[in-house]
């Protein structure tokens, strides 16, 4: 007679497992990799604007695109990761990013510079929804968005390291040799990711897929207990399969009003983060910042956004509340008006503004990606997340987009940051209708409720 076995109790044990913590790893630098290919062409945009000798106005073009591509990784691949999992998509993203990386100093022209960047938004998509899920299903359930949030951190660490590298290395070697750098590390990684990175056990027992293959990755989770060949996996005690995977599953089961609320969360919150990010760079150096400052500045915007990210996912674990959430968005966008308030009059408070300001609205993308990959069960999270993701991207291209047109029409820099406030204040309102949504249906409001 064959033994059940509850994974889920195993992975829930408070004490991370050798090949748990390979897992985090791993995504924790195939995040540093997004971070770094996304910041690096910010601080990029000027010098490939001379090269390919178009204003850098045109720019926001490019960042659109990419956020463009990101939007359509976000949608596919996630969608797709639910039915041949999370481990291949993760490899292709990567490849995909290295192909782009390398490809992007060889550009000759505007276009080629707009193909080769919206590819490699598709694949930064692609990424981000799959280590998500990946990390949500190897991470104890008590410690899940602490988990989460410091695997995505790791973002915040690439675009730190991008605007190091950047101040450091484009006046000596020229910007070209970091974008060799940014494609090398994907390829590498890639690499790794097939040798040693396990596909989501979770998703496996899900999908009801070979039971032999499971039971090799449950032996290197425990590899303290032996396991015969007639044991039967399951999660949850004792859910072992079945799942749609239908775009209309996201809107079943309690989750009808809160899905479209999520999304205009992420949307909301990518089009105040990437507007910063795409555009602080050019637009502190139009307020007469030297470049290594501008540099440096944004650099300081990502260290807010990876504290506040540490801090604010520890309180989802925590049991925070949408409510509370809402008033975080409350407090992002009086930052973000005191950034383009200080940047004006090149205050001293500048600096710490952008801290401020990296804090709550950088940080608050980690609690919400944390938020999603609680909500959504096994077989929708990678959907469910990517989705949120998707319609975020949204924003990420209306952001620098909007950048653009406004820098375009002469705005002054504390019009240009301060409108920022306005989708930031539309966040908080949306988490709010959340958990007074939640409350009211007798749903537990706190981030914790378990929907396998």
Not at 25 to 31: F, N
Not at 129 to 142: D, W
Not at 208 to 235: F, N
Request: net charge positive; charged share 10%.
């Amino acid at each position: 007679m064959a033994v059940s076995i509850d994974v889920s109790r195993i992975i829930d044990q408070p004490r991370l497992g050798r090949l748990q913590v390979l897992v985090i790893a791993l995504c924790s630098a195939a995040a540093v990799i997004d971070g770094f290919d996304m910041l690096l062409m910010a601080f990029a945009a000027s010098s490939i604007a001379q090269k390919l000798d178009v204003d850098v106005s045109a720019f926001g073009t490019v960042f659109g695109l990419t956020s463009f591509g990101l939007m359509i990784g976000s949608l596919a691949f996630g969608s797709v990761a639910d039915r041949a999992g999370r481990k291949p998509m993760i490899v292709l993203a990567m490849t995909i990013i290295g192909l782009c990386s390398l490809l992007t100093p060889f550009t000759q022209s505007f276009t080629q510079l707009l193909v080769v960047r919206f590819f490699a938004g598709i694949g930064l998509g692609g990424l981000m929804p799959n280590i998500i899920a990946l990390t949500a299903e190897y991470s104890p359930r008590q410690w899940r968005a602490t988990v989460i949030t410091v695997m995505f951190s790791g973002v915040s660490f690439g675009a730190i390291l991008a605007g190091i590298l950047s101040a450091a290395l484009f006046g000596v070697w020229g910007w070209q040799v970091v974008f060799y750098l940014g494609g090398a590390l994907p390829f590498l990684l890639a690499f790794a990711f097939l040798l040693f990175l396990p596909e989501s056990l979770s998703f496996l027992i899900v999908r009801k897929a070979s039971s032999a293959r499971s039971l090799r990755i449950l032996r290197r989770l425990d590899p303290g207990t032996q396991y015969g060949e007639d044991v039967k996996l399951t999660l949850f005690g004792g859910q072992s399969g079945g799942g749609s995977v239908r775009l209309a599953n996201l809107f079943s089961q309690g989750r009808a009003q809160v899905t479209p609320l999520l999304w205009l969360i992420f949307f909301c919150n990518l089009l105040v983060w990437f507007f910063l990010t795409n555009w602080l760079p050019t637009i502190l150096q139009g307020a007469s910042f030297s470049r290594e400052r501008a540099a440096l500045a944004t650099a300081l915007l990502y260290a807010g956004g990876l504290i506040g990210g540490l801090v604010l996912g520890w309180m989802v674990d925590k049991r925070m509340s949408y409510g509370k959430l809402g008033l975080v968005y409350l407090v992002a966008s009086l930052c973000v008006v005191a950034v383009g308030v200080t940047a004006a009059v090149d205050s001293p408070f500048i600096l710490p503004s952008l801290f401020a300001a990296g804090f709550f609205v950088g940080g608050a993308q980690y609690a919400i990606n944390a938020l999603a990959a609680n909500f959504y069960p096994t077989q929708l999270r990678s959907t469910g997340v990517g989705w949120a993701l998707g319609i975020g991207r949204l924003g990420s291209i209306l952001g620098p987009g909007l950048g653009g047109v406004l820098l375009a029409s002469g705005w002054h820099i504390d019009q240009l940051i301060g409108v920022l406030g306005l989708p930031a204040l539309l966040a908080g309102l949306a988490a709010t209708t959340i958990g007074l949504g939640l409350r009211r249906r007798n749903i537990e409001e706190e981030t914790n409720v378990r929907f396998e």
